[in-house]
């Protein structure tokens, strides 16, 4: 027995005025930069330069110049070694091609190199030093595109808070969507949307949101809450429209009718300012600068060497003309979950959706919906129109009818008197559709079944709008658990195009699928792709529903479950392969098993998760759908999910 022992000589960078000791990263660790970045200590040894007890000295002219030091720069005070530590810096580089992270020590004028490992680096910093790279002819572009982690393009694409300035850290919640945000405290969305009319920022603070908050998420800087999870409707929202979030901050207390927030054992109000941080669920007292974010001409280049190498489609979440322009700017391929039930909340919209549902019968009812038609044909027309013959995947309404009537005294008065009916008859017919578990209650297709006609008119606005624009739909029906549901919702839709063909002359063209949500679904996807031409996996419902987990309600018991090791992630967050994922596997197979042309997709948030992308990958989806600020990201991790399986196959990177 032997062990191997390597015997070096020391050298010492504290003899004399010719001698020194540094640490240098070969390119810009910030920015990415090809420039060498670091500091110099003159007779000095290692640990001296990180003890803070000198001051340390710039290594170029250039880096002296840009910090105003007085002091020589090594450049100018030893010449030759750094002659030498710049021809060393080109040498590693080629060698180990990627940036270095090196120590030296310069005794006697000589230069000896003591360290080098791979630098780390910011997002900004990881995609120009892999695209310069690739222009170099160092690397190959597929490389290139394995380098660069896809969460973390996140930083290139919100606001950050600028990591030397000051943190009152006064609460902690969920990073729900990223980005930093300060503002002023209001606790309504009419509050948010009328100091954004005044160019005030703000943060909207909610115990939860609802749909009816769209307008004040809009107009607010970020949201706060103190309910929910990963995939609770803040969160969703707040990164379909690239809002920071922080959801779930338990410790946050909020009184609405007093108008205060008590954190931390201080209580706030809509005179005090805070901060939140989407990327780590801090919330923070006060205003905290933040950094914007730059996306450069590196972004672009290695997105293209992405898309060249990925098999899967990338598609967004979105259903306002603004989502849908950004969903482009991102470089999504379509629409994979327009929710039309956001479309209904508009002030000019929500009278007539509440009317339709205190109507007394199905004539009442469709004189209701007769007003929403254009609108909503209005809505599908430019959804159309932006995407410009990319596929647009519509779920017709799902949410339960509760969710649009008045909460307030105040809400049901206006509304009964913009109806024409009693309040009191209001107020009972709001009681009538409450549910004990409206999550499992009557919606999705269950109330096309029931309401017919709420599905015929959202078919027709598709329909119209298409024979007006030239657009081929594809429309999906949510909640299916069974074919015979899915059958029954497709002749009212079916019957619907002829009419529209027949009236308008049009050549409609339209795909029918439906969204797989429930396990049963997923176990009988046989029988219901005999009616659907497309799946697409809701993975927010059916990780509640094979969980038996309220994703509102996750917040309170999964960090518990994490820590324990009962799970590795939030299975909101990150898919569940072994259960969710098994569900999922099954209904791709079976579906295509009874018809081997079925387009499979995938439209919960997890389409933006690169773990989850990377199974969507392994079992053949055709594509992830994403809120639109997520796009990059699932392009990226699609593109690695291919490459890898490539390396596996014995392929080479380029």
Not at 194 to 202: H, P, R, S
Not at 262 to 279: V, Y
Not at 467 to 487: D, K, N
Not at 502 to 521: C, D, V
């Amino acid at each position: 027995w032997g062990t191997g022992v390597n015997v070096q000589a020391m050298v010492f960078g504290n003899m004399g005025g010719d001698c020194a000791t540094g640490v240098a990263f070969t390119r810009n660790p910030s920015t990415g930069e090809n420039a060498l970045y670091g500091e110099y200590l003159v007779n000095a040894q290692g640990e001296d330069v990180v003890a803070g007890i000198r001051t340390p000295q710039s290594l170029t002219a250039a880096e002296a110049e840009a910090r105003g030091s007085s002091l020589p720069p090594m450049e100018r005070a030893m010449p030759e070694a750094f002659s030498r530590l710049m021809e060393m810096r080109d040498r590693l580089e080629r060698h180990f091609r990627d940036m270095q992270d090196i120590e030296f020590t310069v005794e006697t004028g000589r230069l000896w190199m003591l360290q080098t490992r791979s630098g780390k680096r910011t997002a900004q910093a990881a995609l120009q030093i892999a695209v310069d790279l690739v222009e170099e002819g160092t690397i190959g572009p597929e490389e290139a595109v394995m380098r660069v982690e896809p969460q973390a393009l996140e930083q290139l694409l919100h606001p950050t808070l600028d990591p030397d300035a000051e943190r009152d850290v006064i609460a902690r919640g969920l990073p729900a969507s990223p980005g930093a945000a300060s503002g002023r405290i209001v606790f309504t969305a009419d509050a948010a949307e009328q100091a954004a009319a005044n160019g005030e920022a703000v943060i909207l603070v909610r115990s939860e949101t609802s749909p009816e908050d769209i307008h004040g998420m809009h107009a607010a800087r970020g949201i706060l809450t103190s309910r929910g999870g990963m995939t609770s409707h803040a969160a969703v929202v707040a990164r379909g429209m690239g809002r920071a979030c922080v959801s779930g901050a338990g410790a946050v207390r909020i009184d609405v009718e007093d108008g205060v927030m008590l954190a931390d054992g201080r209580t706030f109000t809509t005179e005090d300012r805070i901060t939140i941080d989407g990327g780590t669920g801090e919330v923070m007292a006060g205003e905290i600068a933040t950094i914007q974010p730059e996306v450069t001409g590196g972004f672009a280049r290695l997105m293209e060497w992405a898309d060249g190498a990925r098999r899967l489609g990338v598609r967004a979440n979105a259903e306002t003309p603004r989502d849908a322009e950004a969903a482009r700017a991102f470089g999504a391929e379509g629409i994979g979950l327009c929710r039309t039930e956001h479309m209904f909340f508009d002030t000019d919209r929500i009278l007539a959706m509440r009317e339709m549902i205190l109507a007394d019968d199905e004539a009442g009812r469709r004189a209701a919906l007769a007003k929403l038609l254009p609108m909503q044909r209005q809505d599908f027309a430019d959804l159309f129109r932006i995407m410009d013959g990319l596929p647009v995947t519509i779920r017709l309404l799902d949410p339960p009818l509760h969710e649009f009537l008045p909460r307030t005294e105040e809400e049901t008065a206006e509304v009964a008197e913009a109806a024409g009916v009693d309040a009191v008859k209001l107020r009972r017919r709001a009681l009538r559709l409450e549910e004990a578990n409206p999550m499992l209650g009557h919606r999705g297709c269950r109330l096309g079944i029931t309401w017919p006609e709420i599905y015929e008119m959202q078919a027709r606005a598709i329909f119209e709008a298409a024979a007006e624009t030239g657009a081929e739909p594809e429309i999906m029906v949510p909640l299916v658990a069974a074919g015979s549901e899915l059958e029954r919702i497709k002749a009212v839709i079916d019957r619907t195009a002829a009419v529209v063909a027949e009236e308008t002359g049009a050549a409609l063209a339209w795909s029918t699928g439906t969204m797989i949500e429930l396990p049963r679904a997923a176990l009988r996807a046989a029988e219901i792709a005999a009616a659907a031409e497309f799946f697409s996996f809701g993975t927010n419902d059916l990780t509640q529903t094979a969980f038996g987990i309220s994703r509102d309600d996750a917040g309170s018991f999964l960090g518990a479950y994490r820590d324990s090791g009962i799970l590795a992630n939030d299975p909101f967050e990150t898919l569940d392969i072994e259960g969710v994922g098994e569900l999922v596997r099954i209904a791709a197979e079976r579906g295509r098993a009874a018809r081997p042309d079925l387009k499979l997709g995938i439209c919960g948030e997890h389409g933006g998760d690169p773990a989850s992308v990377a199974f969507c990958h392994e079992i053949g989806l055709d594509y992830v759908s994403c809120s639109a600020y997520r796009v990059p990201i699932a392009r990226l991790a699609a593109a690695q999910a291919a490459l890898a399986e490539k390396v596996g196959g014995e392929g080479v990177l380029v």
